[in-house]
């Protein structure tokens, strides 16, 4: 249960390896009931391909979108977001949590 | 993350050895603690805290804010003995995230019916054990009752850093076997003091399920609380 995430970080390991543009997203906090627990990882290449989740599916989109930057300038970010709202709810995600992402670049 | 760290934490997983990545909030500066260099490191205390509890998190230190993520391999549990008692074991044992070996060379015990969805190998623990490769994310329970089984398994679980070893017998049974350790495989007091027995949490269990459970909360008083007996 605390080992899910083998096979995203050997994914991030290969796909730099094989010259890929990589970012790796982790959950760093979270407050109220948050999808994924802290230490969750999401692994993103230059293309938008991604594999793993730190939310279940809330904020991969956001998070996505922000690694291809963070691949760009080589720069981490730190990533908000309250995952508590009616479109949220509507689409059967009850996690009415705030969770903090950090994203690096792999190098 | 540099690739170097990446890579380096991979390999510990595929060793099945806990790390933790230690990131720095502010400068993004970031290193790798393997769990055999985490009593010379600065955050000594507080690396050992997630390394027993396995989970990630933030923490302040001296040098500001901090983000441990932490890696430890999946713990697993291996049973000499396919009886009543494992039936039970094996199930509460999976359900808390440990992978389950149950080994009895008789195999009319053994058999699949009796444990679906379980490893059982129907062999002697000699042969059986050590290419399980028991190491410090591995419990160890003898259940047979009978010597023959128990007694090399505990063994090489002696021999071994796992980190809970215990045995079912009454006080009694344990008696004549701390008799057996140390006459015949010469093991010493302390060395046996690590086995468990009677095994399992003081809370009155009668039935098989119960005397799992009992066993199950002291393999996890073992894993989570420093100073667990």
């Known amino acids: ?26 959950v760093v906090e979270t407050w109220g009931s948050a999808p994924r627990p802290v230490g969750s990882n999401l692994v993103i290449d230059d293309q938008g391909n991604f594999l793993g989740s730190v939310s279940g599916g809330c904020v991969e989109g956001a998070v996505v979108t922000e690694a291809i930057d963070v691949i760009e300038s080589g720069k981490p970010k730190t990533l908000e977001f309250g995952v508590a709202d009616e479109t949220a709810w509507k689409v059967g995600l009850s996690c009415g949590g705030t969770i903090r992402v950090f994203v690096e670049k792999v190098e | 993350m540099k690739i170097e760290i990446l890579k380096t934490l991979n390999e510990e997983r595929a060793a099945r050895r806990a790390a933790i990545v230690v990131t720095h909030q502010d400068s993004g500066e970031q290193r790798l603690v393997k769990a055999e260099d985490a ?6 205390d507080i690396l050992d805290k997630h390394f027993r509890s396995g989970k990630s998190g933030m923490e302040e230190t001296p040098q500001g804010k901090v983000f441990l993520t932490v890696h430890v391999p999946p713990t697993r549990l291996v049973i000499t003995g396919a009886v009543h008692i494992s039936q039970a074991l094996a199930p509460i044992a999976g359900l808390l995230g440990y992978d389950v070996t149950i080994v009895d060379p008789r195999t009319a015990f053994a058999s699949i019916e009796r444990f679906p969805d379980v490893k059982v190998i129907a062999e002697w623990p000699d042969v059986a054990l050590p290419p399980l ?7 160890f329970v003898a ?53 468990h027995s009677p095994i399992g949490l003081d809370i009155g269990a009668v039935s098989p399920a119960e005397i799992a459970v009992a066993i199950m909360g002291e393999i996890t008083a073992r894993l989570r609380q420093a100073d667990a007996a």
Do not use: Q
């Not at chain 2, 009593?39 to 000594?44: E, F």
């Not at chain 2, 796992?162 to 010493?188: D, M, N, P, Q, W």
């Open chain 2, 39 to 44: 009593a010379r490191d600065p955050l000594k």
């Open chain 1, 1 to 26: 249960m605390l080992a899910r995430d083998e096979d995203i970080l050997k994914a991030a390991e290969d796909w730099r390896k094989a010259g890929r543009g990589v970012a790796l997203a982790t």
């Open chain 2, 143 to 195: 259940l047979t009752h009978d010597p023959k089984i128990d007694d090399p398994g505990l063994t090489i679980a002696l021999k071994s850093h796992c980190f809970y070893i215990g045995a079912l017998g009454s006080r009694k049974t344990h008696a004549r076997r701390v008799t057996r350790l140390k006459e015949e495989r010469g093991f010493t007091d302390n060395e046996i003091g690590r086995i």
């Open chain 2, 133 to 139: 490769g028991i190491d410090r994310y591995t419990a």
